[in-house]
Structures are given as structure tokens and as C-alpha cells.
């Protein structure tokens, strides 16, 4: 049976949903759209060929009888609307990070879920469908490098717009080191602290750019993350885990290596959609193949639920200057790995 999507928001990520669903991945298809820009969805249907209802509200698209299972890749304020609006429908919905825009907002979608009885809701965190990052986590977890003890991540883009400021930096960018790292260490944040270095001359007034989060985990493991949105030379994310016994580092994006002119070179990415290709064709396969089977495995709301706690006192941190404690809740059995 060929699972029927509907998706919310045509923009960037949703257009490269859509193609993905339709002509990438197996076993499901878009068959409804919708975008607060409804001519901005029919241009996006047409360049893509591709023929699926258009509606202006997203709650039309889930309440469709022709749409089994719900993608939200609209503007983040939305996305907390239209997750209970499915989960009230009894649609599994895969939702673009962030889940909402506060942990209350989160905590919301949590409850419904956990009140429906099943999970019907997967989070947009594809870095855990990372082959790189799937392979460093394997190495923790065979033991390789023994316990972790310190990890060194950086998050750096080529340049943002004006619209980017000083908090996007936690709820935009770094929400996707607050999934990932949670999940590679197994281990949930304590407390975290904001500093911000000298800021470049390539930002704006209303972003400090670059900042570096230091967290310290449960199990008392040290987390340095350097943001940095407008490092001028390429898409590039770090990730060095030092245990007891060695150190394991996130491998680079495969590319050709050049010799030319006395230098040696090897290309960089310098767009995120290109990183994470792989990860996101994986994250989405195993959404539909997951709605299919009856049963979600893929990152929950409870993990959209962790990232916003944690995002929320990076918040605070960024304001205070201080360490900040992440007082994340106990984990309900709903939610059991
Ligand atoms: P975008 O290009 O601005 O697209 C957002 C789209 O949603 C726009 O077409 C916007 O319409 C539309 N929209 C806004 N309000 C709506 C509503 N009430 N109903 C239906 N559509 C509505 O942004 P984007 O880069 O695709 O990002 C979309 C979401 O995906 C964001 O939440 C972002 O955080 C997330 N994202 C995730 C990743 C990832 O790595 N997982 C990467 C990129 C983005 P107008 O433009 O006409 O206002």
C-alpha cells in the first residue's frame, strides 16, 4: 500500500520533502499541499511534476480523508499548531525541528501523545541517520575509545540573512547538536554556559557571532560547541569525542581531492541540503516505513521535548552570562528507548 502524504509549507526543506517522497523513497507518495503562499506551492508542485491537492490551511491537509500521515516543514511558530492538530486527528506527523518553539510548547505535544496512547509523532533530528554520525556512535559504543570524557563540536555556515539573530543561533542551528549529542552520549545535559569571543565583522547588529556553548552532561562529560553562522568559507560540522582509552573524530563529507598550482585541495560543502542528503532520504524512508508498521522508532517528541529544555536555558545562558541548569524531567515509560 502506498502511504499518502500531505505536506505543510512549501518553502525550502518542504520542497526538498516532497521530491524526495515522490520520486526518491519507496512506498509513499504527496498527494496534498498547503502553503500560506498557495501560487508559491502551485510553482513548486509544477517545477517538481508533480500533481497533489493544493490548500491554503494546513488543517485542511490533515483533516483530508486522502492524507494518512502529515509532514510540518512550515515556519517554526507553527509547528506546535498543526502536531496537535494531527495528533488530534490520530495522524502520525513527522515535524521539522524545532518541535515548538519552548519546551511548554513541547510539553504540550507530549502530553496529547502520550493521552492518544501511541506515538504518532517523529521530530526532524536526521544527524542520528547520519552515516558519519551512526559510525562515531558505533565506536562509543563498542567500547573503542572507552567512557567519554570531553567532546570538541563546531556548527559553522557560510554566511545567514539579516533575520538571523543572536537566540536562532541556539533554536535554529544548535537545536540539532542539543538531538545529536544527547543521543551519541546516551546522557542528558546538566548545566550550560554561553561566551561569546570577539564577533566578526561579516555579521549585524542584532547577532553575536560566534558563540560557544559549554555544557557539562549527567555523567559529568564536558561539551564545547562552537556556533559560528558566518564563517565565510563553508557548510562544515565537527565533532570530536576524547575518551580514556582514544579519540574518535566525525568523518568529513567524501570529496575530490585536487592538485594544482603547488597546493593541495580538497572541496568543501557550503550548502546544509548537501550534508545531509543521505541522512534526510534515511530519516524519511524510515518515517513512512515506521507508519507503516505501526509502530514509530525515530526520534520522539520526547527528544523534541529534551532539545527545547535544554535550548531554553541556553537561552537564558546566552542572557546571564552565568551556568545555567538544564532541569530536564524524568523520562515517562511512554517513551522508553
Ligand atoms: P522556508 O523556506 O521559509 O519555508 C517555510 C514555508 O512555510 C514557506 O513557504 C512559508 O510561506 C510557509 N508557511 C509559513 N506559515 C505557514 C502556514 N501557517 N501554513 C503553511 N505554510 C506556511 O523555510 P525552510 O528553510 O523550508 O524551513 C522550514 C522549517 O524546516 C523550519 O521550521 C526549519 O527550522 C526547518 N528546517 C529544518 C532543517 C533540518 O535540517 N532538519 C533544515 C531546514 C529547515 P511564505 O514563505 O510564503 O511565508
Redesign the pocket.
Known amino acids: 500500500m502506498t502511504l499518502k502524504l500531505g505536506v505543510?509549507?512549501?518553502?525550502?526543506?518542504?520542497q526538498e520533502h516532497i521530491r524526495r517522497c515522490n520520486n526518491v523513497l519507496q512506498g509513499a507518495k504527496v498527494v496534498a499541499v498547503?502553503?500560506?503562499?498557495t501560487d508559491?506551492a502551485r510553482a513548486a508542485l509544477q517545477r517538481l511534476n508533480i500533481d497533489a491537492q493544493v490548500y491554503q490551511d494546513?488543517h485542511e491537509v490533515i483533516n483530508s480523508p486522502e492524507v494518512d500521515a502529515v509532514l510540518v516543514?512550515?515556519?517554526?511558530p507553527?509547528?506546535e499548531e498543526f502536531t496537535l492538530a494531527a495528533i488530534a486527528a490520530g495522524k502520525p506527523v513527522f515535524c521539522?525541528?524545532?518541535l515548538a518553539l519552548s519546551a511548554e510548547g513541547c510539553r504540550r505535544i507530549v502530553d496529547a501523545e502520550i493521552k492518544h496512547g501511541k506515538r504518532l509523532v517523529q521530530v526532524?533530528f536526521?544527524r542520528p541517520y547520519d552515516a558519519g554520525y551512526r559510525a562515531l556512535k558505533k565506536v562509543i559504543t563498542d567500547g573503542e575509545i572507552g567512557e567519554p570524557l570531553m567532546l570538541h563540536c563546531a556548527h559553522r555556515n557560510q554566511s545567514v540573512g539579516e533575520n538571523y539573530t543572536t537566540d536562532m543561533a541556539i533554536t535554529?542551528t544548535l537545536i540539532?547538536e542539543l538531538d545529536v549529542l544527547r543521543w551519541l552520549t546516551e546522557d542528558d545535559y546538566k548545566s550550560v554556559q554561553v561566551v561569546f569571543p570577539r564577533t566578526t565583522s561579516k555579521s549585524h547588529a542584532k547577532l553575536k557571532d560566534p558563540q560557544i556553548v559549554l555544557f557539562e552532561t549527567q555523567k559529568g562529560i564536558r561539551i564545547d560547541v562552537e556556533i559560528f553562522v558566518n564563517c565565510a568559507y563553508g557548510y562544515d560540522i565537527q565533532c570530536e569525542v576524547v575518551g580514556e582509552e582514544g579519540i574518535a573524530k566525525l568523518p568529513e563529507p567524501s570529496a575530490i581531492q585536487t592538485r594544482k598550482n603547488a597546493r593541495l585541495g580538497n572541496a568543501l560543502l557550503t550548502d546544509?541540503k548537501d550534508r545531509?542528503i543521505d541522512a534526510y532520504d534515511v530519516e524519511l524512508q524510515a518515517f513512512i516505513n515506521d507508519v507503516k508498521a505501526g509502530e514509530l522508532t525515530g526520534p520522539s517528541a520526547w527528544d523534541g521535548f529534551a532539545a527545547s529544555v535544554a535550548a531554553d536555558a541556553c537561552l537564558k545562558a546566552q542572557n546571564s552570562g552565568g551556568i545555567e541548569p538544564v532541569d530536564m524531567p524524568s523520562r515517562p515509560d511512554f517513551y522508553a528507548r
Do not use: L, V
Open positions: 505543510i509549507g512549501t518553502g525550502a526543506i518542504g498547503s502553503d500560506i503562499n508559491g494546513g516543514t512550515s515556519w517554526d507553527t509547528h521539522e525541528k524545532p526532524g536526521m535554529n540539532h546544509w545531509f
